[in-house]
């Protein structure tokens, strides 16, 4: 038998989220109800807030509470560059590491005819209309190296290569840090395939 | 720059979590996002109530959204005997565990001068006066052994002796599985001292 039967609720709500276990939300749920009721509310306030008003950004099909978003909006970024994702993480993931201030387009998935993804819904007509609109010099084709995402990035490449005069695929090869010695067949093969004129 | 300003603060407002920092935050918002907002918005009802309802049992000072908790209430339980323990973690801890079918009672904290944290903070007249009402026939001191619990159990001790024929404290030493090789000398010393008869 739990402490009480509103607690056992939280406790199994809290368990939706990646990476959160029975003990983990126990741990969590003792936690707000010891030390922080506040931030437990705030919590729930933003989640119910964010879960209402969160849509996605016309433009460029990223999560967005506005129409368009704060990246599309901003002015400051370069036109020139479009770079498509997979989805809104890995913006994430690229304006952490910094260095990019292109534009973004999300597909928000991949091309996978087993689950009955097509084109259309990943929004490939409005990547489509968005480059004949705005006329990148560069499409950078950033989904993931795997069997969906390369395909995916083939399915883009052949949708608006008599658009785009650049359309290129990010680098896949040796992490930073890593060692070859210890670096997988799979990664070192592109490596090889990937080099460049070492000058 | 990240997705969104109200995205931002979710990420932030996940964080009061133990054990959640950034990457985390962030992989939780995201997720439920893209797919499971029923899901969040339950959450985010199930926290609110839970932070609002969740008061203290008027008999054993655990969690509890009725005036006496469901343990209490339970008439299966043994009154004889009556476990005192530091936080309603602890409750889950031994209930998880099974074996054990008596009462308890919830100090909420251990006696720490130092941090102000006297006997009337940890509810010790409830707990005298719960014991003069119920006369149980053993009280089992399971407070942690720290220096705090420790003083805490002799304080608890100390204040029950003249009503309660048994006080007993929970057993210290090697754990289950554990082996003498790689057990640290402290927990061996308990294990010495704590012997019993082999019969």
Redesign the interface.
């Not at 973004?104 to 259309?120: A, C, M, N, R, W």
């Not at 929004?123 to 995402?149: F, K, Q």
């Given at each position: 038998?739990?402490?009480?039967?509103?607690?056992d609720?939280?406790i199994e709500?809290?368990q939706?989220?990646?990476?959160v276990g029975p003990k983990?939300a126990?741990?969590?749920?003792?936690?707000?109800?010891?030390h922080?009721?506040d931030?437990?509310?705030?919590?729930?306030?933003?989640?119910?807030?964010?879960?209402?008003?969160?849509g996605y950004c016309e433009r460029c099909r990223?999560?967005?509470?506005?129409p368009v978003?704060?990246?599309c909006l901003?002015q400051r970024r370069d036109d020139a560059s479009l770079c498509v994702l997979e989805?809104?993480?890995d913006?994430?993931a690229i304006?952490q590491a910094g260095g990019f201030r292109g534009r973004y387009f999300v597909l928000?998935g991949h091309l996978s005819p087993i689950d009955g993804i097509g084109p259309e819904m990943l929004g490939m007509d409005r990547l489509l209309a968005r480059v004949r609109e705005e006329s990148p010099e560069e499409v950078i084709l950033a989904t993931n190296l795997t069997v969906e995402g390369e395909a995916t990035a083939h399915y883009v490449y052949d949708l608006l290569k008599t658009h785009v005069r650049t359309i290129s695929r990010i680098a896949h090869g040796v992490p930073l840090g890593g060692e070859l010695e210890y670096t997988d067949g799979g990664t070192i093969v592109h490596a090889m395939q990937g080099r460049r004129d070492f000058s």
């Amino acid at each position: 038998m739990g402490i009480s039967p509103l607690i056992d609720r939280l406790i199994e709500a809290f368990q939706i989220l990646p990476g959160v276990g029975p003990k983990g939300a126990q741990r969590m749920v003792l936690h707000l109800l010891q030390h922080n009721r506040d931030g437990g509310n705030t919590l729930s306030e933003v989640l119910a807030l964010t879960m209402e008003a969160i849509g996605y950004c016309e433009r460029c099909r990223s999560f967005s509470e506005e129409p368009v978003c704060r990246n599309c909006l901003d002015q400051r970024r370069d036109d020139a560059s479009l770079c498509v994702l997979e989805s809104p993480a890995d913006i994430l993931a690229i304006e952490q590491a910094g260095g990019f201030r292109g534009r973004y387009f999300v597909l928000h998935g991949h091309l996978s005819p087993i689950d009955g993804i097509g084109p259309e819904m990943l929004g490939m007509d409005r990547l489509l209309a968005r480059v004949r609109e705005e006329s990148p010099e560069e499409v950078i084709l950033a989904t993931n190296l795997t069997v969906e995402g390369e395909a995916t990035a083939h399915y883009v490449y052949d949708l608006l290569k008599t658009h785009v005069r650049t359309i290129s695929r990010i680098a896949h090869g040796v992490p930073l840090g890593g060692e070859l010695e210890y670096t997988d067949g799979g990664t070192i093969v592109h490596a090889m395939q990937g080099r460049r004129d070492f000058s």
